[in-house]
């Protein structure tokens, strides 16, 4: 379903960051996993790869996931950015039109229909 799709992931919680790395994985994409959002921009910036971003909206430094999304809508338009948080980050203004905001905790199907459509997008 994800087939040949490389997958970046940044997530502080080391539990969180393992659950999607597998959940890519077992849906036939290659996860690459990072603790923040500021790890997984500088590994973008060296090598440019990915199909898609899904991070954590806060994360340690100074770059959070909103950011991160800011930026790869500048430096990488159109690349998928999926944005999961406990917190309602809808209310922080208009987002590029390759993010996408989910709350956590969402179930397994829910997460793979969004990863779908948006790597259909």
């Known amino acids: 379903m994800l087939s040949r799709q490389i997958i970046a992931i940044a997530e502080d919680d080391p539990l969180l960051r393992r659950v999607l790395a597998d959940f890519v994985e077992e849906f036939g994409g290659a996860p690459q996993a ?11 910036k060296k090598r440019n790869g990915y199909t898609m971003v899904i991070t954590d909206h806060q994360t340690p430094g100074k770059i959070q996931g909103l950011d991160l999304a800011q930026l790869i809508s500048v430096e990488w338009p159109g ?5 999961l948080s406990g917190q309602d980050l809808s209310k922080g203004g208009i987002l590029p039109s390759n993010v996408q905001c989910c709350h ?3 179930q397994v ?10 790597l259909k997008g």
């Open 34 to 44: 990072f603790a923040s959002c500021g790890e997984l921009y500088h590994s973008m």
């Open 79 to 83: 690349l998928p950015v999926l944005i």
């Open 104 to 106: 956590k905790p969402l």
């Open 109 to 118: 199907i829910e997460l793979l229909d969004i990863v779908r459509s948006m």
